[in-house]
């Protein structure tokens, strides 16, 4: 028997909405719409529009643990359907629709959503799969229906209550094989990750805070800022899309104060300001995530005292693994030790923990050297994907991200390849990235790729492809001497070739599966010459 | 069965130091000791000492569950041994020797303390207490015999694990009637506090900040700093004494830029200050509670471009229940505004909820005026306290702080008075406090005190006891008067009474309790004909 306790207060997610509703009630949340117009609710509106939704859920025939979908961009009636999906006890399952149809048609039925709130736009997407969604049994067009739909609901309902681990999300990754895997969120994790994410070295968010998250509700939840503003009380900006002139508008006229975004969003707001003389308003700290942020974006925003935090994360870690902070020795760094900090992925909050591993899972030292799979646990990291029949983390809770990294010894973490990218050579790893980086610095060269071929003695060794710049005629030896000025001499890529254009893929990035079906059959001329002069 | 889920990682308080050790391992840890001296760690090494400590505990034969006192001002041997204690699975047992030796006795014997870690300076105390501590088995102290104590621990000690509702801490409090109350942290409890403390609206505690809290390790834990510290990786420091002078310096040599302490402590160290022409160095945020910051020691922090943080909070609240960091509204209010928003105690972070209630348990309203005993709950509030066989907070979890308030439209909450002082006048209620700082105000008045007298018509009435200033000659007339411009006609005492000195209590505060026993038979002279008169 206890001897004595503390409260049970379950971490549930609508404590978050309660609280909003009781002490920040009159907080702005601001949407941006595509057609330029602004319309503004607050947590007091947004709260009992969720108890309406929730009961209207109800009324439906929802029941707790069942999957209420959207497909939307950000705005207001979206954050609403979050709130009432939850509040009703149901799992808010926020469909991408920038998914493939075959994608789309598979995560709605393996979800088994039972309804779907969409935005008008996305109507003709709607139209072409609804013979193929098997359980969806409602639609509601947030549009035409949702208000009337929210009207069939009771404000006076009371949030379905329950276990902290039970699921409140779920949202699809896309890998690059197989089916996409659900991470089914979960209250407890949700709320942790919230409550992790406000803090000064995460994302630093309080009751002043003015956020405009540049990342879609259905990215991994818009990188959690939906569930830390009502935690904060700090404004909320929703843009339902991202052309830069309308986001400059925005943050200058809501006076935002945080945001956050892909390298591809900031670089076209960047290009918009350089060309337009726009500026950023109040804008005083932006998270960078989703790909490797370039240098050169990082000082463009620290040029004009914007601070910048550089993220790493991902679906399966809800998303934050890792925020680029100011260490305690930032005052004393000087700027390119700043710049060399910021360009690495960051540090981890409390709550997650991270380790590099060799191919045979020993784990390798944090020397900001040795370079191995990253691997991550915590209570806001995957355990098991969504209706799989084994742990995604099963070793000890040890979730593998499929990146490779290396640890520094000031808790910097530096993704310096995709695992299944790295050129494994003679039992060491050579990072296709830093490669093709490398050489894309070599006057003459507009774009490089990096694959392992399979080679006798070293298992792999790197082939590079390389494409010219417009007008350009660099040959083998300049680019073989500009890498060695860089790189290791076992890093030299055992052949060059020149080609005219490299596959990518639909989100632009360099399609490394492409490249390796296209060489499948390439093999080194002097393969076993070449180990002889080694 | 579960469909998929999010991992499992207890919310044990080890993971504290385990992050700390490995992302901020070279972090300080300074203290202050009593002779001047200072000396420093990090975490690298408390985390292996409070593995020996924890190694040795069980090597003496503790188990998981007992409970481990500590008798010690704030200092790094002190905070190792917090968390040796708590890695060994027990109970960290933090006793204020600042109580009366019959409660200390009480305590040590209720608590079923096994070991007692105490500082050198209290070795008279010890001796005086041993025969009459009936279960404590091994005496260390913290300056003679700790180090040789951890000598006989393991570096490699596994922390015991557990459940995260597992207890690891006790703390007394000493109420004004009856034996203390031992309230019962968890390992969770504490971990969501110290979650919600480091926050923006909070504490506000980054890898780059300095603490110095103003405030002993065994109130209330420091106010949670301890347990914060490892979270962030903020630079931790610690001082076994408060003298001003000493105090000055550490803040300027360590460049401490968050305090957090009593009035009292404040007002030595501004008495110091403008007395020496010192200064608090790079002090940018000072949290004052425990009891009201006078607006006159606010404004002096604020003219010095120092952030007030105005808490409140008791051992039961772990102990942060709200904290007044600005408002959204913060920069366009002026600065009278300001001034009385900063006044007032705060608002709750996520996790605390706060209501106001009548004696007839009826919830008033949040309108800054209506005046009700302020109740709370959330995870880090008491539920039952140590030993006791009923809840404390039975009411649905609502746990009666014994504080009267008003609760403003802004959030913020205002104490009024301490309910078992409160006046209850026909229903209503006269706070003791307010009518006591309205008379201090009347020129020739030093010191006031307001008691309930029971009245045949309105229950009670106040009676007003007015000791004068050195000289002055102010009469009941002048005193009415000045109240009468202040305060409404029906707060009116019925009774002012002169006398020489008040009785208070052995921290300077007030004693009630005493004047409520030598006026127990006080009358009002008139008190039928006063009745007609209303």
Redesign the interface.
């Known amino acids: 028997m206890?001897?004595?306790?503390?409260?049970?207060?379950p971490?549930r997610l609508m404590?978050?909405v309660d609280?909003a509703e009781?002490?920040?009630g009159g907080?702005e949340i601001v949407t941006a719409w595509a057609d330029g117009s602004i319309t503004r609710t607050n947590w007091r509106e947004v709260a009992a529009n969720a108890r309406r939704m929730a009961s209207a859920l109800a009324a439906v025939g929802l029941r707790k643990g069942d999957r209420v979908a959207t497909l939307a961009m950000n705005h207001a009636s979206h954050l609403t359907a979050w709130y009432g999906a939850c509040g009703m006890g149901g799992v808010l399952h926020t469909i991408n629709p920038r998914l493939f149809a075959e994608q789309l048609v598979y995560i709605a039925n393996h979800a088994e959503d039972r309804i779907l709130f969409y935005d008008r736009a996305f109507t003709p997407l709607v139209n072409a799969l609804k013979d193929k969604w098997n359980t969806i049994e409602h639609y509601v067009c947030f549009e035409d229906e949702f208000d009337s739909f929210l009207g069939t609901g009771e404000p006076a309902f009371q949030w379905v209550e329950g276990d902290e681990?039970d699921?409140c999300g779920l949202c699809y990754t896309s890998g690059t094989t197989g089916n996409p895997k659900?991470?089914?969120?979960?209250h407890?994790?949700t709320i942790?990750h919230a409550?992790?994410e406000?803090?000064?070295?995460v994302f630093?968010?309080?009751?002043?805070?003015v956020v405009l998250p540049i990342v879609p509700m259905f990215h991994a939840n818009a990188w959690g800022v939906p569930w830390a503003a009502p935690?904060?009380?700090?404004?909320l900006v929703l843009s339902a899309d991202y052309r830069p002139a309308q986001m400059c508008d925005l943050f200058r006229d809501e006076k935002v104060t945080h945001s956050a975004g892909v390298p591809t969003i900031w670089l076209g707001m960047i290009e918009h300001i350089e060309k337009t003389g726009a500026d950023l308003g109040s804008l005083k700290s932006v998270t960078i995530g989703g790909s490797a942020a370039p240098r050169a974006m990082i000082k463009w925003f620290r040029d004009r005292g914007i601070n910048v935090g550089h993220a790493w994360g991902m679906t399966e870690t809800?998303p934050i693994g890792s925020l680029g902070?100011?260490?305690?020795e930032?005052?004393s760094m000087s700027d390119a030790e700043q710049m060399d900090y910021t360009a690495r992925q960051g540090?981890?909050p409390?709550?997650i923990?991270m380790r590099i591993v060799d191919d045979g899972g020993v784990e390798l030292p944090r020397d900001g050297v040795a370079s191995g799979r990253l691997q991550v646990?915590?209570?806001?990291?995957?355990?098991?994907?969504?209706?799989?029949d084994q742990d995604a983390?099963a070793n000890d809770?040890w979730?593998d991200t499929g990146d490779v990294a290396a640890l520094h010894p000031d808790?910097t973490m530096q993704i310096t390849d995709r695992a299944k990218d790295v050129i494994k050579s003679g039992g060491e790893w050579i990072s296709s990235i830093e490669l093709e980086n490398c050489a894309v610095g070599c006057p003459g060269v507009a774009e490089a790729a990096a694959i392992g071929i399979p080679h006798p003695k070293w298992d792999e060794r790197p082939l590079l492809l390389v494409v010219r710049s417009d007008g350009a005629n660099v040959d083998e030896a300049s680019v073989r001497s500009h890498l060695a000025r860089h790189i290791a001499k076992w890093w030299q890529p055992d052949a060059i070739e020149f080609v005219n254009e490299l596959p990518h893929t639909a989100t632009g990035k360099l399609s490394k599966k492409t490249l390796r079906e296209q060489f499948k059959d390439f093999r080194f001329a002097d393969a076993e010459a070449m180990v002889g002069r080694d």
């Open positions: 206890k001897l004595g306790a503390m409260q049970d207060w971490l404590r978050l609280h009781r002490e920040h907080r681990r699921p659900g991470v089914l969120y979960e407890r994790s942790l409550m992790a406000v803090a000064p070295d630093d968010l309080s009751a002043r805070s935690l904060t009380g700090c404004k809800s902070a100011p260490p305690a930032w005052d540090r981890v409390f709550g923990e646990r915590g209570p806001w990291v995957v355990k098991r994907y969504f209706k799989e983390a809770n979730f808790g």
